[in-house]
């Protein structure tokens, strides 16, 4: 019998950011940038969809910075791992399928979504990014740095977590990037990943 598939859920991209950061702190500022012209949007609150689908119009692709830095950067900048303020959990970018410099990944969809459910840990959120998942755990609360050392420590603790599914890939005999730097960028659900000649929808396929 083949695998069921799970349920599509659509959902926006302003009500995943929202589930993801609650709310943009004063003094802090969501970063949604696109790679085509490199150009960094600062908001000091939760995007409107109306706003993102604004720039996907333009045939961008859209990504967000999965923790929040200070305002005041410029739209050539991207937060760096030391500028971070706010961490809201920890996140994986899980690639699959044979359009992958990568040969050695899981072949399919399914069959990452099972090695996932094999984990420890069940997800926050799960986002189909095109020919990939980004995978989401929550914190109770977002952590708010208030220190160069306790941001290390959160890092410490992303990358151990990085290197426990690493070794549950492992076992698969898959590959797996590191991404667990606090500077990352992950893509914005009801965006389009458009590296491939046909454009792919970014897609909320798990809320838990």
Same mark, same amino acid.
């Given at each position: 019998?083949?695998?069921?598939?799970?349920?599509? $859920? =659509?959902?926006?991209?302003?009500?995943?950011?929202? &589930?993801?950061?609650?709310?943009?702190?004063?003094?802090? %500022? +969501?970063?949604?940038?696109?790679?085509?012209?490199?150009?960094?949007?600062?908001?000091?609150?939760?995007?409107?969809?109306?706003?993102?689908?604004?720039?996907?119009?333009?045939?961008?692709?859209?990504?967000?910075?999965?923790?929040?830095?200070?305002?005041?950067?410029?739209?050539?900048?991207?937060?760096?791992?030391?500028?971070?303020?706010?961490?809201?959990?920890?996140? $994986? =970018?899980?690639?699959?399928?044979?359009?992958?410099? &990568?040969?050695?990944?899981?072949?399919?969809?399914?069959? %990452? +979504?099972?090695?996932?459910?094999?984990?420890?840990?069940?997800?926050?959120?799960?986002?189909?990014?095109?020919?990939?998942?980004?995978?989401?755990?929550?914190?109770?609360?977002?952590?708010?740095?208030?220190?160069?050392?306790?941001?290390?420590?959160?890092?410490?603790?992303?990358?151990?977590?990085?290197?426990?599914?690493?070794?549950?890939?492992?076992?698969?005999?898959?590959?797996?990037?590191?991404?667990?730097?606090?500077?990352?960028?992950?893509?914005?659900?009801?965006?389009?990943?458009?590296?491939?000649?046909?454009?792919?929808?970014?897609?909320?396929?798990?809320?838990?």
């Amino acid at each position: 019998m083949a695998e069921k598939s799970p349920v599509m $859920l =659509d959902r926006p991209g302003t009500l995943f950011l929202q &589930k993801w950061f609650g709310e943009v702190p004063p003094n802090m %500022a +969501l970063n949604i940038w696109t790679p085509q012209d490199k150009i960094s949007k600062w908001w000091h609150h939760i995007p409107s969809q109306h706003d993102i689908n604004n720039i996907v119009k333009k045939g961008h692709d859209v990504y967000y910075g999965v923790c929040l830095g200070p305002q005041g950067l410029g739209k050539r900048q991207r937060i760096t791992s030391a500028e971070v303020t706010l961490m809201p959990g920890f996140w $994986l =970018d899980l690639d699959y399928g044979d359009n992958h410099k &990568k040969k050695n990944l899981p072949a399919t969809l399914e069959e %990452a +979504l099972a090695a996932v459910a094999e984990l420890p840990f069940q997800p926050s959120m799960t986002v189909k990014s095109g020919n990939g998942i980004h995978v989401y755990w929550m914190f109770k609360e977002p952590v708010i740095f208030e220190d160069r050392n306790q941001r290390l420590e959160m890092e410490i603790m992303n990358r151990r977590w990085h290197q426990l599914v690493k070794n549950a890939w492992a076992k698969h005999g898959w590959g797996m990037d590191s991404v667990w730097d606090l500077a990352r960028v992950l893509r914005v659900p009801g965006t389009y990943n458009y590296k491939d000649e046909t454009p792919i929808k970014v897609e909320l396929i798990h809320d838990g």
